[in-house]
């Protein structure tokens, strides 16, 4: 099966302008979930999505960050307006309802606000 | 609330040398304790995890971790270093869905 694919890979991107990253979950997978690692720092919980619906939201940083998922398939997470303190790598991740954290990550996007 | 400490951000052992990676948690409820793994250019890749049962838990690539409650560890072993093991390595500790990290571990193998 195909795994969780994020795109761009890299995006570098002045401050002020807007970026989008895009996640395809695991087909038939219903939770999906987005990750933030700051360079250096621990990897951090932005939100979860059960089907298109935002089941906890509780680690977005602040209201220039929206998430979406239309239909209950891929997310998208878009920046707007993008702060140097973005800059870091995106990860997201999708799994099947209730399965113990059976989580499958993709590969990440670097972000870079410069 | 639930947290994750990592011993060390970088650690060095030779190849063919015991692999030892530290990770203390701290958690109200009874955890679900991970340990992952990042490849460079590469997604996290699970290595093992503890739910219930047994507390000696065995993963891929010769990887295991002793789920210890008294101690609030969770340390990761393999008993001998290969090439292929350079990565940085994560544990984690799970609640309501979401995934609380430590900052990771940066395993280099020496030849």
């Known amino acids: 099966e195909a795994g969780v694919t994020q795109f761009p890979s890299h995006s570098v991107i002045e401050k002020g302008q807007t970026v989008t990253l895009r996640c395809d979950p695991i087909?038939?997978?219903?939770?999906l979930y987005w990750y933030r690692r700051v360079m250096g720092k621990e990897i951090k919980f932005l939100l979860h999505?059960?089907?298109?619906?935002?089941?906890?939201e509780s680690g977005m940083p602040n209201n220039r960050f929206l998430a979406e998922r239309t239909g209950g398939t891929y997310s998208t997470l878009k920046v707007q307006p993008a702060e140097l303190e973005d800059s870091g790598v995106y990860f997201c991740?999708?799994?099947?309802?209730?399965?113990?954290?059976?989580?499958?990550f993709g590969s990440g996007t670097r972000l870079t606000v410069v | 609330a639930q947290s994750v400490t990592q011993l060390g951000s970088h650690v060095s052992v030779s190849e063919g040398a015991l692999v030892l990676l530290r990770c203390n948690y701290s958690?109200?409820?009874?955890?679900?304790l991970f340990w992952y793994v990042q490849y460079p250019n590469q997604g996290l890749q699970l290595l093992l995890k503890?739910?219930?049962?047994?507390?000696l838990v065995k993963g891929i690539n010769g990887f295991e971790a002793e789920f210890k409650k008294s101690e609030t560890s969770f340390h990761l072993t393999k008993p001998s270093a290969h090439m292929s093991d350079a990565a940085e390595y994560f544990c984690?500790?799970?609640?309501?869905?979401?995934?609380?990290f430590g900052t990771g571990t940066r395993l280099t193998i020496i030849p």
């Open positions: 984690a500790v799970g609640g309501n869905e979401k995934l609380t």
């Open positions: 503890y739910t219930t049962g047994a507390t």
């Open positions: 958690s109200s409820v009874p955890p679900y």
């Open positions: 991740a999708s799994s099947q309802a209730r399965t113990g954290y059976g989580y499958t």
């Open positions: 087909s038939g997978h219903d939770n």
């Open positions: 999505f059960v089907k298109e619906s935002k089941q906890d």
